[in-house]
T-cell receptor
Framework: GQQLNQSPQSMFIQEGEDVSMNCTSSSIFNTWLWYKQDPGEGPVLLIA?????ELTSNGRLTAQFGITRKDSFLNISASIPSDVGIYFC??????????FGKGNQVVVIP | DTEVTQTPKHLVMGMTNKKSLKCEQH?????MYWYKQKAKKPPELMFV???????INESVPSRFSPECPNSSLLNLHLHALQPEDSALYLC????????????????????FGNGTRLTVT
């Protein structure tokens, strides 16, 4: 089955710093998604990637679909306090089910 | 604001109660999903409906009974739950569900509601 390894699992960063997190899979994926979840809310889609090598930005967020199709990274530039939350990677290798990483808890220190 | 609306936001129920969770979307999506999420864990798939028909049941206990009255509505009926069923229950929708393609450029990613926080006492 699909397995995703997301790292790091938590990070404390200073406001204004850049953040980088990544996700690797045990099989080749055809789609990578990045979600952010705030406390008491559902996951919100940040970026969707559909092609190997694809680099997509959404404001201060940038994500890439790895060339090997087994990894993806998410960068947050110039972090601000509202970037705090849990970031999940998710993806599919053609299975019916979307696989999720374990999440990365980001804490921004003012 | 999320385009997938879930009610109620919070629910406390006893083990002998019967309650229902409701989900609504008006994005024209034809696939709807129920996920269960424990604290600090990723969402876990429970059910998938495609064009109002149940496509996937992830071996969920029968005390959880899904229902899709129409393409915009999804319910989850709860009966005789256990304390370990306490969790955040998330509804999601996508443009369509294509077997073998959990998500793709023509399927659209999942859009989640804000969930119902369920506590079973």
């Amino acid at each position: 089955g699909q397995q995703l390894n997301q790292s790091p699992q938590s990070m404390f960063i200073q406001e204004g710093e850049d953040v980088s997190m990544n996700c690797t899979s045990s099989s080749i994926f055809n789609t990578w998604l990045w979600y952010k979840q705030d406390p008491g809310e559902g996951p919100v889609l940040l970026i969707a990637l559909y092609k190997a090598g694809e680099l997509t930005s959404n404001g201060r967020l940038t994500a890439q679909f790895g060339i090997t199709r087994k990894d993806s990274f998410l960068n947050i530039s110039a972090s601000i306090p509202s970037d705090v939350g849990i970031y999940f990677c998710a993806g599919s290798d053609g299975n019916n089910r979307l696989a999720f990483g374990k999440g990365n808890q980001v804490v921004v220190i003012p | 604001d999320t385009e997938v609306t879930q009610t109620p936001k919070h629910l406390v129920m006893g083990m002998t109660n019967k309650k229902s969770l409701k989900c609504e979307q008006h994005m024209g999506h034809r696939a709807m999903y129920w996920y269960k999420q424990k604290a600090k864990k990723p969402p876990e798939l429970m059910f998938v409906y495609s064009y109002e028909k149940l496509s996937i049941n992830e071996s969920v206990p029968s005390r959880f009974s899904p229902e899709c009255p129409n393409s915009s509505l999804l319910n989850l009926h709860l009966h005789a739950l256990q304390p370990e069923d306490s969790a955040l229950y998330l509804c999601a929708s996508s443009l369509q569900f294509v077997p073998g393609q959990a998500t793709s450029s023509y399927n659209s990613p999942l859009h989640f509601g804000n969930g119902t926080r369920l506590t079973v006492t």
